[in-house]
């Protein structure tokens, strides 16, 4: 019983580490969102960002996904 119980432990133990790190994680996400670091207390208001302010450059997936869909229309 204490060998089946031991593998129990074994097999549920990094699943339990990986759930204790994502939420590590996500508070520490969302303390970066909320604009305050692990040691601040208070908050700074922040600018939200438009659409229209962000750059229209298409980015390097866009690219290549253009370049491979104008082979398939030419190649059909």
């Known amino acids: 019983m204490l060998v089946t119980f031991g593998l129990l432990v074994l097999m549920v ?3 339990v580490i ?5 939420r590590r994680i996500d508070r520490q996400l969302r303390e ?3 604009g305050r ?3 601040k ?4 208001p922040r600018k939200t960002q ?3 302010d962000r750059s229209t450059v298409p980015s390097t997936a866009t690219w ?5 869909r104008s082979k398939k229309l ?3």
């Open 37 to 39: 670091g692990p040691g």
């Open 32 to 34: 970066a969102e909320e």
């Open 13 to 15: 133990l990094p699943s």
């Open 50 to 52: 438009k659409s229209s």
């Open 41 to 44: 207390e208070t908050r700074t």
């Open 74 to 76: 030419v190649n059909s």
């Open 64 to 68: 290549y996904a253009e370049g491979r």
């Open 18 to 22: 990986g759930i204790v790190r994502d």
